[in-house]
Nanobody
Framework: QVQLAESGGGLVQAGGSLRLSCAASGRTASGRPISTVAMAWFRQAPGKEREFVASMRWANGSPYYSNSVQGRFTISRDIRKNTIYLQMDSLNAEDTAVYYC????????????WGQGTQVTVSS
């Protein structure tokens, strides 16, 4: 089984920064290491649907961002640790949400593993 462990959420004032981490661990049912296509961050604010924030292709590190965070957030990875990070700068109240880490394995059409989520609250 694959586990995703998120950390780094919290309360921050508008204009501040936070760094989220998500570590992937585990093996497939057959005991093989995880083969990752991509990892990503999504978020869900109260009363809203879950939305895409950023992702990174595991093979080449290509990042992708939603328009709402482009230029403020940076996604990065540590391959040896099977970990992705989300550096969030210039936070505003609209960034308040539960942030979820997601992983897409080889052979899957979408993200097939999700973390439990970490709360990010930005006070104005």
């Amino acid at each position: 089984q694959v586990q995703l462990a998120e950390s780094g959420g919290g309360l921050v004032q508008a204009g501040g920064s936070l760094r989220l981490s998500c570590a992937a661990s585990g093996r497939t049912a057959s005991g093989r290491p995880i083969s990752t296509v991509a990892m990503a961050w999504f978020r869900q604010a109260p009363g809203k649907e879950r939305e895409f924030v950023a992702s990174m292709r595991w093979a080449n590190g290509s990042p992708y961002y939603s328009n709402s965070v482009q230029g403020r957030f940076t996604i990065s990875r540590d391959i040896r640790k099977n970990t992705i990070y989300l550096q969030m700068d210039s936070l505003n109240a609209e960034d308040t949400a539960v942030y979820y880490c997601a992983l897409q394995r080889v052979g899957q059409s979408g993200y097939d593993h999700w973390g439990q989520g970490t709360q990010v609250t930005v006070s104005s």
